[in-house]
């Protein structure tokens, strides 16, 4: 899709391209279709409200859930807040323990932290050398003063997918709600709010091939109704959960998104599982000292993350201008700040630093995972070739 004199794209964790079929559904609403989904008084706001209308169907229809209880939001960071916050200031006089793990995004964890300050008691979990957090632990977690869960269905940097039914199954039987930061897995897994006992999850358009600025947070009305405090006033938008102006642009996007991915993911997921494959395959092949990070058999099928012996990501990455990857998560990588993911798997600084992280996504070809593999093995192999160290 991109011009020649363009990187390669393999950041699809940071973000996507924006589907042609999203931008043509959006095209109309920008010019024409543009009214307020709020104005009830004529038919630029109706048609407006009924665009929105199928919009929620088709994210609800991704995630298994009923059509209204999808809120929509401005992304997966103000979602994981409303959820996180919401439950929290809702159920204070229930309870004030929250749950989560050392790897999960800073949208869930400086929430959390938050929190705490503000007196709320917090449960970091740790994870294994893999990724994985242990099941018995998050039991042993629970009191009687829990009121929410909240991890993460699969993971920005090394794409580990944590046991959601499991995890659901347990929150549901010790009468805690649990919520799911889904930004990464929604439209790349299949998802099932009902047999996943999943109380909250949140959504971003961007992180499939939708738009940015735009969002959802699936909030479950019944067995048990969630009650939440809402973020924003004014306006009661969003039956009183959410006020603001929908983006009426943006939700069609994230719609026809979710739409496309409930069509196609099956298919779109072994493709991006045998690139992936391809280009490890490809990088092991031409060097040596290469370490996958995570649990290479549980990870979303586009998710690559590897340490390259001898090397320092930063440096890999402006040695490689033909190709746009990352060292870890794009809000973490604004900060400079090592990987808390990596960290928390027990990998050593060295290590970290020496890692790179591959998005794979819809629009990339089996030529372009080619060549980005001989990309790879010409720089790491110049670059242990000027390190003294190596010497």
Not at 108 to 131: I, S
Request: charged content about 25%; hydrophobic content about 45%.
């Amino acid at each position: 899709m991109c011009p020649v004199d363009r990187p390669i794209y393999l950041d699809n964790h940071a973000t996507t391209p924006v589907d042609p079929r999203v931008l043509e559904a959006m095209l109309p609403t920008f010019t024409v279709m543009f009214g307020n989904a709020a104005s009830r008084q004529h038919a630029h706001g109706w048609e407006a409200e009924e665009l929105v209308t199928i919009a929620r169907e088709q994210v609800a229809a991704l995630i298994g859930a009923e059509t209204e209880e999808i809120v929509f939001t401005s992304g997966a960071t103000e979602s994981n807040n409303l959820a996180i916050r919401g439950v929290a200031i809702a159920h204070a006089l229930r309870g004030r323990h929250i749950i989560t793990a050392a790897t999960e995004h800073p949208a869930v964890l400086d929430p959390c932290e938050r929190l705490k300050r503000e007196g709320w008691d917090v449960t970091v979990l740790p994870v294994d050398g893999e990724g994985m957090i242990d099941l018995g632990a998050l039991e042993r977690a629970i009191t009687p003063e829990t009121t929410l869960i909240s991890l993460m269905a699969a993971n920005s940097e090394i794409g580990i997918l944590h046991p959601l039914r499991e995890i659901g199954a347990l929150a549901r039987e010790r009468g805690v709600l649990f919520h799911t930061d889904a930004a990464q897995a929604a439209g790349k897994i299949a998802l099932d709010v009902n047999a996943d006992h999943i109380d909250l999850l949140s959504i971003s358009a961007h992180k499939m091939c939708g738009p940015k600025g735009v969002g959802a947070l699936y909030v479950r009305r019944r067995n048990p109704r969630v009650r939440l405090e809402p973020l924003l006033e004014g306006g009661g938008h969003e039956n009183g959960v959410r006020s603001g102006t929908l983006n009426v642009p943006g939700i069609v996007g994230l719609g026809k998104a979710a739409a496309i991915a409930r069509e196609e993911m099956r298919e779109e997921a072994q493709t991006l599982a045998a690139l992936r494959d391809r280009l490890l395959e490809r990088i092991r092949a031409g060097l040596s000292g290469v370490e996958v990070n995570g649990a290479l058999e549980r990870r979303l099928p586009g998710n690559l993350n590897l340490s390259f012996e001898g090397v320092d990501g930063d440096s890999l990455i402006t040695a490689m201008p033909g190709l746009a990857v990352s060292t870890g998560s794009a809000c973490v990588s604004a900060k400079q700040e090592p990987s808390h993911v990596l960290r928390a798997l027990g990998i050593g600084d060295e290590r970290v630093r020496s890692s790179l992280r591959f998005g794979i996504g819809r629009f990339n070809t089996l030529e372009e995972i080619d060549l980005a593999a001989e990309m790879v093995i010409e720089a790491v192999t110049r670059l242990r070739e000027m390190s003294p160290r190596l010497e």
